[in-house]
Structure formats: structure tokens, C-alpha cells
């Protein structure tokens, strides 16, 4: 694991590569690669290529990069930050067909295999990867990203330079980038609590979307990008239910053991979910010596699911670390804007980093229960999205019954829920794909309407942030209504919050984090399982997932739990110990004269959810995280 940066000057005009400003870019990015430094710069210095190491693979200086490769009188050099989990058996076919290795790591099969396959070489790599490879003889570069998303990959192109990095911070240090808000970002954000791909927040910079490849031309600049891979949810096993078990764990059991591949210590965080019990179920079996978990811990009950960790952890006889902590938002919150340096509002964010700090401390790589929700249709809003769909066979009774009478109950008690139940109501008029927005949604397009301030209105124009997802749901490659709908959250949600969200907590404590649900093997298999196996009825989430574990995997105490999710109390803290900061933060001369939002309208959600039961945490946390992100990369000190 690690961070890789590059600069290329096309060879139409008379600029420079040089050691330095390589240097500049690795340095911004240390913490993914604590363990090792390199720079490669061409003999025409028109090629510069960075890269920060954490040493998972072959620890000895042979994995040093960026490495070179060499078949047949064509040269290679690659920057990679990622695991290939299969590395060894293509090695093995490779050495076959008269190709040899200098060292044990999967970067050099990377380069073998784009040799012997050119650009069909991306079918091959079974894991996660971000990497970018010059190719000498064709005067390329070659950047691809794998198939979830797992590994960042972003980049800035203008008429006289390409440049790319694991994160933006290494891009901010070179001249040639003037930074400048795209508030097309900013805009969808404030529903998504994301930007969306190809989308930064930066203006100009773009992060390479999911299964795709970039080709750059390095005499001219010409740029060619294409997408190597997608789910299909059309092809279904006709399987019965113990057949389905057993395939699930099988495969599931494969892509655990495959990421227990490592050359330095490695552990599993456990949640007390469902997931992560998996996980750490089929690592143990996997094992001879006990596991090494890590769960985190909270004062308040309701956010804490340690007791259930801790089930699995006496089953499973693990090492078991268990961190109780008192979240400081005060005094981490600028120093994670930083770290995820796009407006980013996830509030998990906050126990994910501390989890991924604690870790740290024990071993370098962790594996993690992500993925199970998109595979088995386990978040609540697909439930939800299913009886819309059941519902609109009643036809227009919602406009006499449903709206009249959901608005009088929100009237009355106006609560969170109670204002759930008016908004669902009044979507479902709209068609399928275009309700699920508002499920999800932080500030919904009329919310933002009333929010923004005139200025900001003419900078986001009739943009309309449903309309990315309305995308997506046609892009599906899937009949079922609530897989298209799972499909949209695998290329929006996953990539660009969940993923971000893991990536960047551990890779800022140089931690390495794995997830066996994510393995692309095993999500075509889950693709093939019929819709009504996962989400059975209504509201039977995960249904053959828990069919599969309940036998002697997980306790049906965790199985069979409401589900919790793994956040932290913002609800409550802006309305105690943070209710002065935010109103400080929100309503200060320096954020209002952005010019963005309305004062009178920032106060009334403020007072709003500090004086009433409706709880506007979320988009507080949103508005806030999005002013510290002003004032860490754009205000001057």
C-alpha cells in the first residue's frame, strides 16, 4: 500500500521535469508510505514519477518504486499503491511463457502482464489498485483504477502538463495548478454529502472514476479514457437456498484467504455487525494462531456495539483489543477536513479514524466487513425503495390518502420521523428512480433553494443532483427495480463516501485496510442471486447472507440485531458541548461573507434543531465540515 504521484510535460513545449518537484509531491503524501521514497525522472526530464511506500510485500529494497521492467528490449516503469491478491498464480503463468522476475512483489507481474496482454491486462488483476505505468517504447502512460473504487486515483491536465496523486494535497504543492472552487461540486455535496465523481471540489481536478483507465499520450497530451468492467444482475443461478449457503461461504471463504497474503502483522476490525463477524469468523478458521481484532467503543450506549464485538471475539478466541473513546470534534474535525481534503460529510469518518489510529499500533494491514450491505441489499432504504414499489400498484390513492394525511401527522408532532413520512409521501408521485434520492438526500433541491443566497444561485445554475443518480439507474445493467437501485449505490455511495471514508483514515495512520465482500469475484457471484434471496419481503435484509452464517459462523444474537451503523452522537452534541461552536462557526463574518448561503436561514435550521425534536444533525455536520474546508484550503492566513 502506498502513494504515488507524477508529473508529465508534453513534448510540444520547452518545460522541465525535476527531482524537486517530485519531492514536493511525495512529501505532501508521507503518511500512506512511512517505510520508503522514490523518484524516477526520464532522460528527456519530461517524465516525472513518485511514489511513498508501506511495505506489505517483499519488504526487502527489490520492491522499491517506482520499479522497472524489461521483456524483449521493451522497458517499463510503474508507480503502484494497492494489493493484487493473485499475483503469484499469474506470475506463474507469465514465467511459462518465458518472462522472469527480480523480486516477490505483485508490481512487477503488473508490468509483465500489460507486456504480454496491453490494455486487456486489467482483466487480470484480482484486488485493489491505483497505479500509473509509463511505457517507454510508446511514449504512454497508462492509469487505471480497479473495479470498486478501493484506491484513489486524481489527476489535473491543462495544455502543457499532466499531473496525478493519491491525493489532491500532492497536486496542490505544483505551480501549474491555481486553486479555484468548482461549486458544481459544492452543489451536489450538499444532497450527496459527497462530491461525485469525476468531481473534486478543486475546480480542474478530477478523480479517475471506478474500473477505468486513463491512456496519456506524453508528446501531445491527447487523452483517451475508457471502463474495463460493470456488474450484471441479469444473469441469475437458478440455485436452491442450501445450495446458495454454501456457494456464498465458499467463495466468501476464498476472498478472506486471499487477502491474508502479507508479509507483516495483520488483524481485522471488528464491528459486532453482521460483516466483520463474517470476517473474522472465516479468518480464524483460516488461521493457526488467534486473530488480532480491534473494535472502538463509545460512553453513549446507543452508539456502542462492543458487547457483540466482543461475542464474536470469546467464540473465535481472538486477540481482542477493544478502545473506548470520547470523540474531541472540537479538536479533530479541522484535522480530518484536511486529510479527506474534498468537502466530505460523513460523520462516520470521526470512530473510523480513531479505530484506524488504535489499530495502527498493533499491526499494519486490517481487514474489514465493507461490502456486505451493497451484496446482500442490507441498508433500510432498499426496503424502503421496495414499498414504494409495492405501493404505486394502489395508483393515485396516495394524492387522497397518503400526502393529506401524512402532512396533517407532521403538522402535529414535528419530528424527524414524522417529516420522513410527509417526504416519502410526497414522492411517490415521482417515478422510481427519482424518488430514491429522497431517502438519502442531506438538503434536498427545494432546501437548497431556500438556503443558497442569490450569488450562489447563479453560480450552480438548474443543476440537478438527481440527475446523477437518475444516470446511473438507466447505466444498470439489471431489471429489478431495487438492483438497479443497489447498482446505483455500488458506483456513487460506495466509491466515493464509504471508500474515501476507509482509505483515508487508515492510509493517514499507515494503516493498509482489505475487504473481502468488495472482491469483484465474488460481487459477480453475489450479481447472480436472485433479488428476493437478499431483500426476502419487505423488510428481510440480507436474508441468504444470514442463512448462511447462522449454521455455526454467527451467533443469531448478531444475525438477528436491529442494525446499528457506526457513527457518533452529532445529534446530541449540537444541541450541548457543540451547540456554541456551530452557531461560532456557521454564523460568523467569515463564513457569511462567502456569500453562499442566506444568514437568516443558516440561524432558523440552527435554532431549529437546537429548540425542536427535528433533527437536522446531518446537514449541520455538512455545512460545518464544508466551512472548515474553506478555510483550510482557500482562505489565506
Known amino acids: 500500500m502506498c502513494g504515488i504521484t507524477g508529473k508529465i510535460y508534453f513534448q510540444k513545449n520547452n518545460l522541465f521535469v525535476n527531482e524537486t518537484a517530485i519531492d514536493k509531491m511525495n512529501t505532501a503524501i508521507d503518511h500512506r508510505g512511512p517505510d520508503d521514497a522514490g523518484i524516477f525522472i526520464s532522460d528527456n526530464k519530461k517524465i516525472g514519477l513518485g511514489q ?96 470498486l473504487g478501493k484506491k484513489p486515483f486524481k489527476y489535473y491536465q491543462d495544455a502543457n502538463v499532466f499531473m496525478f496523486a493519491s491525493e489532491i494535497k500532492s497536486i496542490l504543492t505544483q505551480p501549474e495548478y491555481k486553486k479555484e472552487v468548482d461549486y458544481e461540486a459544492i452543489h451536489h455535496y450538499l444532497t450527496l454529502q459527497y462530491c461525485p465523481a469525476p468531481l473534486t471540489g478543486f475546480k480542474n481536478i478530477q478523480k479517475l472514476e471506478p474500473a477505468h483507465y486513463l491512456i496519456i499520450d506524453c508528446n501531445t497530451g491527447k487523452r483517451k479514457k475508457g471502463k474495463y468492467w460493470q456488474l450484471n444482475y441479469n444473469h441469475k443461478l437458478h440455485l436452491n437456498e442450501n445450495e446458495w449457503k454454501n456457494k456464498i461461504l465458499e467463495e466468501l471463504n476464498t476472498a478472506v484467504k486471499l487477502r491474508m497474503i502479507s508479509d507483516v502483522p495483520l488483524g481485522a476490525f471488528l464491528s459486532g455487525g453482521i460483516d466483520s463477524s463474517a470476517v473474522v469468523a472465516l479468518m480464524a478458521k483460516n488461521s493457526s494462531q488467534p486473530i488480532k481484532t480491534f473494535s472502538i467503543g463509545f460512553n453513549e450506549i446507543d452508539h456502542d456495539e462492543t458487547i457483540y464485538a466482543q461475542m464474536i471475539a470469546d467464540k473465535y478466541k481472538t486477540d481482542h483489543h477493544k478502545f473506548i473513546v470520547k470523540p474531541n470534534a472540537l479538536e479533530m474535525l479541522p484535522m480530518l477536513v484536511k486529510q479527506y481534503e474534498e468537502p466530505y460529510a460523513d460523520s462516520s469518518a470521526l470512530p473510523t479514524f480513531y479505530l484506524a489510529q488504535k489499530t495502527r499500533e498493533y499491526v499494519t494491514v486490517a481487514l474489514n466487513g465493507d461490502g456486505g450491505d451493497e451484496n446482500f441489499a442490507g441498508y433500510g432504504r432498499y426496503s424502503i425503495q421496495k414499498f414504494s414499489l409495492w405501493y404505486d400498484k394502489i395508483g393515485p390513492l396516495h394524492n387522497v390518502l397518503a400526502k393529506p394525511v401524512a402532512k396533517l401527522i407532521n403538522s402535529i408532532f414535528k419530528t424527524t420521523l414524522t417529516n420522513h413520512a410527509q417526504t416519502f409521501a410526497e414522492t411517490l408521485s415521482f417515478p422510481y428512480n427519482e424518488r430514491y434520492l429522497s431517502y438519502i438526500q442531506y438538503f434536498s433541491r427545494k432546501a437548497k433553494n431556500n438556503l443558497y443566497s442569490s450569488e450562489m444561485q447563479n453560480k450552480v445554475g438548474n443543476l440537478i443532483t438527481n440527475d446523477i443518480l437518475i444516470h446511473t439507474f438507466q447505466k444498470a445493467q439489471a431489471r429489478n427495480k431495487v438492483e438497479q437501485t443497489i447498482y446505483t449505490d455500488i458506483a456513487t455511495y460506495l466509491p466515493d463516501d464509504l471508500l474515501v471514508k476507509v482509505d483515508i483514515a487508515t492510509m493517514a495512520n499507515g494503516l493498509e485496510s482489505r475487504s473481502p465482500f468488495l472482491d469483484h469475484k465474488f460481487m459477480e457471484m453475489t450479481a447472480q442471486i436472485p433479488a428476493n434471496l437478499k431483500l426476502k419481503g419487505l423488510n428481510n435484509k440480507k436474508y441468504i447472507l444470514k442463512k448462511a452464517l447462522e449454521k455455526d459462523l454467527v451467533p443469531k444474537e448478531i444475525l438477528y440485531r436491529k442494525k446499528m451503523g457506526f457513527g457518533v452522537p452529532i445529534e446530541h452534541w449540537f444541541r450541548n458541548e457543540m451547540k456554541d461552536y456551530i452557531y461560532e462557526i456557521l454564523l460568523s463574518n467569515r463564513a457569511i461573507s462567502r456569500n453562499l448561503f442566506k444568514k437568516e436561514n443558516i440561524k432558523k435550521l440552527l435554532d431549529t434543531h437546537v429548540n425542536t425534536k427535528i433533527n437536522h444533525a446531518y446537514r449541520i455536520w455538512a455545512l460545518l465540515t464544508l466551512e472548515l474546508w474553506f478555510r483550510e484550503f482557500f482562505d489565506q492566513n
Open 52 to 147: 511513498r511506500r508501506l511495505s506489505i510485500i517483499d519488504l526487502s529494497p527489490l520492491g522499491h518504486q517506482p520499479m522497472h521492467y524489461e521483456h524483449q528490449g521493451k522497458k517499463y516503469t510503474i508507480v503502484f499503491n494497492g494489493e493484487i491478491y493473485n499475483f503469484q498464480k499469474e506470475r506463474e503463468l507469465l514465467k511459462k511463457e518465458n518472462y522472469s522476475f527480480q523480486s516477490k512483489t505483485d508490481t512487477e507481474v503488473i508490468m509483465a502482464l500489460y507486456d504480454k496482454y496491453k490494455i486487456n491486462f486489467l482483466e487480470h488483476l484480482r484486488g485493489m489498485f491505483a497505479f500509473a505505468l509509463y511505457d517507454h517504447q510508446k511514449n504512454k502512460l497508462i492509469c487505471a483504477r480497479d473495479r
